[in-house]
C-alpha cells in the first residue's frame, strides 16, 4: 500500500514540474531544447511515478493510475517523439495524434490537470485509511 508520503511526493513532483515547465522555456531561447527538458522531467517523474505504482498491491485501485497511463503513454512520450520528430517544424505546424501542436498542448494540460486532482484525492485516501 502506498503511503500518504508517495503521494505528497507525486504531488510535489507535479507541481515542481509545472514551475519547471514555466522556467526552462523562460530562460532558454532554443523552444525545443526547453521542451526537451520539460518532456523529460514530465515523462520521468510520470514514469517513477507509474513504477511506484505498479509495486503496490491493488493497484488499480488509485485513482491516479488511469491518468497518469494517459499522462505517459498517449501524451508526454508521443508529444516528445513527435515533436522530435518533427524537429525542424515550429509547433504550431507540429502534428501529435493528428491534433496541432497547441491543441494538443491543451488536451495534455487537462490530462496533467486531472493527474493532480486524481493525486489529491488518493492522498486525502490515504490519510483516511492510515487514520483507520
Do not use: C
Not at 525545443?32 to 511506484?52: D, I, P, S, V
Not at 491543451?106 to 483507520?132: E, G, M, P, Q
Amino acid at each position: 500500500m502506498l503511503s500518504r508520503k508517495d503521494f505528497a511526493v507525486f504531488l510535489v513532483l507535479q507541481l515542481i514540474a509545472i514551475v519547471w515547465a514555466g522556467a526552462v522555456f523562460r530562460i532558454f531561447d532554443s523552444r525545443l531544447l526547453a521542451g526537451a527538458m520539460a518532456g523529460t522531467y514530465f515523462t520521468g517523474f510520470g514514469l517513477y511515478m507509474l513504477y511506484r505504482l505498479m509495486r503496490a498491491p491493488n493497484t488499480r485501485k488509485y485513482l491516479s493510475l488511469y491518468p497518469l497511463l494517459i499522462h505517459v503513454f498517449v501524451i508526454s512520450l508521443p508529444m516528445m517523439a513527435f515533436r522530435f520528430y518533427q524537429y525542424q517544424a515550429s509547433f504550431e505546424e507540429v502534428k501529435i495524434w493528428g491534433l496541432e501542436g497547441p491543441v494538443f498542448h491543451r488536451l495534455s494540460t487537462t490530462v496533467f490537470s486531472i493527474l493532480i486532482v486524481a493525486t489529491i484525492v488518493d492522498l486525502i485516501r490515504s490519510r483516511t485509511a492510515s487514520a483507520r
